[in-house]
């Protein structure tokens, strides 16, 4: 199959890489290109090292990215999709610069959730430019980047090897143009193969948490637990799960049934110690604001079915500040402790008798200044 919908050069003028000049003598340098070499019509000529332009590519995005959210479902068609793109909206509506990445391969249903259909990517001199996504009330467009966007035609099916996976698991990390970001909802594929593996090593070591999307039937039950499995085993910090199709309302009498029986999903929750966040209606308006390309906690911020949403929203930003208060707690560690060595070291200049009330005094101010340390933004008054 083709996925090549990128212009026939790159936008950046082409690198002379010099006659005969030993590569691995050039593996410190970087080409500047802001995309994969995949990409880049001078591959074949060029001598740059290759893993080590696309390991600085990959972390220079990360560096500008707050707080990672996978949004996991080991089982296909229980609406992973659906909770990253209502996730991801709930964020932005709340101030926050959020970016969507769609890692399922097989299924890339982001363009779609945010009117996307049809529409590509081109590349730029900074990489991939994800397509902005605005809505009323929404302050910073929030960024969708999908394979979606390089398929010739919607329906292209992609059947590719887990090589090629992992390529694409690094060029949507590396290759697209997120720029600062304060959350990235990844919508990811089901199961727990290749495309897992490779973005939890990738994103090992940065601020990353999971949530699971599941539906209360035993089928579904089955397979979601094991992704808890996973995410412990990973020690991936597993926020909670998001129980969609939990309940449907009658548009006749407006009363409210179940579907599928829950008893034995709290129980098995309770069991792993995993938290329920939320439980999502089966909805009409749900269905048709994905199909429409606009969220329904967007469309209808006052429906039920964004008051359902509103808790998963929440369980982010919390774990978010949590992570931002340990951060911000261990560099003033940090640094009272090299402050402490600096004071000592300059008290040994000052005479025994007076050195007591010297170090207390310094100590105090010392004190002070922490207590007026940066605290963790509220997420109701964000500043950026």
Same mark, same amino acid.
């Given at each position: 199959?083709?996925?090549?919908?990128?212009? $026939?050069?790159?936008?950046?003028?082409?690198?002379?890489?010099?006659?005969? =000049?030993?590569?691995?003598?050039?593996?410190?340098?970087?080409?500047?290109?802001?995309?994969?070499?995949?990409?880049?019509?001078?591959?074949?000529?060029?001598?740059?090292? /290759?893993?080590?332009?696309?390991?600085?590519?990959?972390?220079?995005?990360?560096?500008?990215?707050?707080?990672?959210?996978?949004?996991?479902?080991? /089982?296909?068609?229980?609406?992973?999709?659906?909770?990253?793109?209502?996730?991801?909206?709930?964020?932005?509506?709340?101030?926050? =610069?959020?970016?969507?990445?769609?890692?399922?391969?097989?299924?890339?249903?982001?363009?779609?959730?945010?009117?996307?259909?049809?529409?590509?990517?081109?590349?730029?001199?900074?990489?991939?430019?994800?397509?902005?996504?605005?809505?009323?009330?929404?302050?910073?467009?929030?960024?969708?980047?999908?394979?979606?966007?390089?398929?010739?035609?919607?329906?292209?099916?992609?059947?590719?090897?887990?090589?090629?996976?992992?390529?694409?698991?690094?060029?949507?990390?590396?290759?697209?143009?997120?720029?600062?970001?304060?959350?990235?909802?990844?919508?990811?594929? $089901?199961?727990?193969?290749?495309?897992?593996?490779?973005?939890?090593?990738?994103?090992?070591?940065?601020?990353?948490?999971?949530?699971?999307?599941?539906?209360?039937?035993? @089928?579904?039950?089955?397979?979601?637990?094991?992704?808890?499995?996973?995410?412990?085993?990973?020690?991936?910090?597993?926020?909670?799960?998001?129980?969609?199709?939990?309940?449907?309302?009658?548009?006749?009498?407006?009363?409210?049934?179940?579907?599928?029986?829950?008893?034995?999903?709290?129980?098995?929750?309770?069991?792993?110690?995993?938290?329920?966040?939320?439980?999502?209606?089966?909805?009409?308006?749900?269905?048709?604001?994905?199909?429409?390309?606009? $969220?329904?906690?967007?469309?209808?911020?006052?429906?039920?079915?964004?008051?359902?949403?509103?808790?998963?929203?929440?369980?982010? @930003?919390?774990?978010? =500040?949590?992570?931002?208060?340990?951060?911000?707690?261990?560099?003033?560690?940090?640094?009272?402790?090299?402050?402490?060595?600096?004071?000592?070291?300059?008290?040994?200049?000052?005479?025994?008798?007076?050195?007591?009330?010297?170090?207390?005094?310094?100590?105090?101010?010392?004190?002070?200044?922490?207590?007026?340390?940066?605290?963790?933004?509220?997420?109701?008054?964000?500043?950026?």
């Amino acid at each position: 199959m083709s996925v090549s919908h990128f212009p $026939p050069r790159d936008p950046r003028p082409p690198r002379d890489p010099g006659p005969s =000049r030993d590569p691995l003598a050039l593996a410190p340098e970087d080409c500047g290109r802001g995309h994969a070499c995949q990409f880049c019509p001078q591959e074949e000529e060029c001598r740059l090292e /290759k893993g080590h332009h696309e390991k600085r590519l990959i972390e220079s995005r990360l560096a500008k990215i707050g707080q990672i959210i996978m949004v996991m479902a080991n /089982k296909g068609g229980v609406g992973k999709s659906t909770v990253s793109a209502n996730l991801a909206a709930g964020l932005a509506a709340r101030g926050y =610069r959020v970016g969507v990445a769609d890692a399922d391969i097989h299924g890339p249903n982001q363009s779609r959730f945010f009117g996307f259909v049809g529409q590509r990517v081109r590349l730029g001199g900074n990489g991939l430019t994800p397509r902005a996504f605005e809505a009323e009330g929404v302050e910073h467009p929030l960024r969708v980047g999908s394979l979606a966007f390089m398929m010739e035609s919607d329906d292209t099916p992609i059947v590719w090897r887990d090589a090629y996976k992992h390529d694409f698991m690094h060029h949507l990390i590396g290759s697209f143009d997120w720029g600062p970001l304060d959350f990235l909802v990844i919508d990811m594929p $089901p199961g727990t193969g290749n495309e897992l593996i490779t973005l939890a090593d990738l994103l090992e070591g940065h601020d990353v948490a999971a949530l699971l999307a599941t539906t209360p039937q035993e @089928v579904a039950l089955m397979d979601s637990l094991k992704a808890v499995r996973f995410c412990q085993e990973r020690q991936l910090p597993l926020l909670g799960v998001v129980e969609n199709m939990a309940g449907v309302t009658c548009p006749h009498c407006g009363g409210e049934f179940h579907l599928f029986p829950r008893a034995h999903l709290a129980e098995a929750l309770a069991e792993v110690e995993v938290d329920s966040l939320a439980q999502i209606p089966l909805s009409p308006a749900l269905a048709s604001g994905s199909d429409s390309g606009q $969220p329904i906690v967007l469309a209808a911020p006052d429906g039920p079915e964004a008051r359902a949403f509103a808790p998963v929203v929440e369980a982010c @930003v919390a774990h978010a =500040r949590q992570g931002f208060a340990e951060a911000a707690a261990h560099s003033l560690q940090a640094l009272a402790s090299e402050a402490g060595d600096e004071l000592e070291a300059a008290l040994a200049s000052v005479p025994p008798e007076q050195r007591d009330a010297v170090r207390h005094e310094l100590q105090a101010q010392f004190a002070g200044l922490l207590g007026d340390a940066p605290r963790p933004p509220d997420p109701d008054d964000v500043t950026r």
